[in-house]
């Protein structure tokens, strides 16, 4: 049998087949190697969002990812729910409950019914982090996620002790225009959110985000002004917030921590 050719298109091809094998092996191996100190890094930084929408860490400091688990560690307390009932199962560790990997997985989590928020499967057990002061709890924060224009958006919104004042909001991972919509990682937008309301009277959600100016929260409580040139995605985060603070969501939980006398268990 002739050797192949150097100038032969079998040869070129299997010269590209050789090097794109040897390239690709130690990349696969780097990968799988890397891929639980990403899915470590991605919780961390998820942690820093809390500790960042509870008021405990500025978009200014630099710590470092040991400072942010102690400080994590130190003022916030993780507690599954059961987000049918609304009541605590402390029988999950609620430190390595993920509730992202239980949206995706079919045997913890249920189809969601049509909703506005594009929100596909709904876990059976949800994540809140409680920020307590003096024992008594201060800041509820609760995950949410939901379809904006090209993306899921991935944030947090943090309530105030009566769970319905909104004392902070925030997004970690989203696919929204850089400029446009996302503008919902803005500071001086998620700042429009401190003081909003979530119910009414009727312990409806009624707070959204609405496309014309609004007035401050005292006066005007229910409504957020949406990012300019940003309908949808602005559309999207009201949608977002109200699945996941209405009876779909964290709606139960809420109503039962509300009505539940304080220094009581939910």
């Not at 904006?148 to 970690?172: D, H, K, P, Q, R």
């Not at 919509?181 to 707070?207: H, M, T």
């Given at each position: 049998?002739?050797?192949l050719?150097?100038?032969?298109?079998?040869?070129?091809?299997?010269?590209?087949?050789?090097?794109?094998?040897?390239?690709?092996?130690?990349?696969a191996?780097?990968?799988?190697?890397?891929r639980?100190?990403?899915?470590?890094?991605?919780?961390v930084?998820?942690?820093?969002?809390?500790?960042?929408?509870?008021?405990?860490?500025?978009?200014?400091?630099?710590l470092?990812r040991?400072?942010?688990?102690?400080?994590?560690?130190a003022?916030?307390?993780?507690?599954?729910?059961?987000?049918?009932t609304?009541?605590?199962?402390?029988?999950?560790?609620?430190?390595?409950?993920?509730?992202r990997?239980?949206?995706?997985?079919?045997?913890?989590?249920?189809?969601?019914?049509?909703?506005?928020a594009?929100?596909?499967?709904?876990?059976?057990?949800?994540?809140?982090?409680?920020?307590?002061d003096?024992?008594?709890?201060?800041?509820?924060?609760?995950?949410?996620?939901?379809?904006?224009l090209?993306?899921?958006?991935?944030?947090?919104?943090?309530?105030?002790?009566?769970?319905?004042?909104?004392?902070?909001?925030t997004?970690?991972?989203?696919g929204?225009?850089p400029?446009?919509g996302?503008?919902?990682?803005?500071?001086?937008?998620?700042?429009?959110w401190?003081?909003?309301?979530?119910?009414?009277?009727?312990?409806?959600?009624?707070?959204?985000?609405?496309?014309?100016?609004?007035?401050?929260?005292?006066?005007?409580?229910?409504?957020?002004?949406?990012?300019s040139?940003?309908?949808?995605?602005?559309?999207?985060?009201?949608?977002?917030?109200?699945?996941?603070?209405?009876?779909?969501g964290?709606?139960?939980y809420?109503?039962?921590?509300?009505?539940?006398?304080?220094?009581?268990?939910?």
């Amino acid at each position: 049998m002739s050797a192949l050719r150097r100038d032969s298109l079998g040869y070129t091809v299997g010269f590209a087949a050789v090097v794109c094998l040897v390239c690709a092996i130690p990349i696969a191996g780097a990968a799988v190697l890397l891929r639980p100190t990403q899915a470590e890094n991605q919780r961390v930084d998820r942690l820093s969002k809390v500790l960042g929408v509870a008021g405990l860490m500025s978009s200014t400091d630099k710590l470092s990812r040991g400072e942010i688990l102690e400080r994590f560690k130190a003022n916030v307390t993780p507690r599954v729910v059961d987000l049918k009932t609304g009541a605590y199962v402390d029988s999950v560790d609620a430190n390595s409950y993920d509730q992202r990997a239980a949206s995706r997985d079919p045997s913890q989590s249920e189809q969601a019914a049509e909703n506005d928020a594009r929100v596909l499967r709904v876990p059976r057990l949800g994540l809140v982090y409680e920020v307590k002061d003096s024992g008594a709890v201060k800041l509820l924060i609760i995950p949410i996620q939901g379809y904006g224009l090209w993306s899921t958006m991935y944030g947090y919104i943090a309530l105030e002790a009566n769970a319905s004042t909104v004392s902070g909001i925030t997004f970690y991972e989203h696919g929204e225009t850089p400029g446009l919509g996302g503008e919902i990682e803005n500071p001086r937008w998620q700042a429009r959110w401190k003081g909003r309301v979530v119910f009414d009277d009727s312990a409806r959600v009624v707070l959204r985000v609405v496309k014309a100016a609004t007035g401050p929260a005292a006066t005007d409580p229910h409504r957020v002004e949406g990012i300019s040139g940003s309908t949808i995605t602005s559309r999207g985060v009201s949608n977002t917030v109200q699945f996941w603070l209405g009876p779909s969501g964290f709606g139960p939980y809420l109503d039962r921590f509300r009505n539940t006398p304080k220094g009581s268990t939910p």
